[in-house]
């Protein structure tokens, strides 16, 4: 089922709101000492953008 444009775009903010303190813990993630990293699953907003514009292909 398509998206509507006003649905995409509630979506892309959405996606955006939610990178924001994602962006942080990386922030935080890679300013730890070394001996303190732990991998962390990344999400790649661009992968998320890719799925919503999947039924349109």
Known sequence: M???PDLRK????LLRDAATPLRKLAGDIT???VTERVPKPV???A???S????DNR
């Open 47 to 49: 992968n998320l953008r």
């Open 31 to 33: 300013a730890a000492p």
């Open 51 to 54: 799925l919503l514009h999947h």
């Open 10 to 13: 509630k979506v892309a903010s």
């Open 2 to 4: 398509p998206l509507s």
């Open 43 to 45: 999400i790649n907003i």
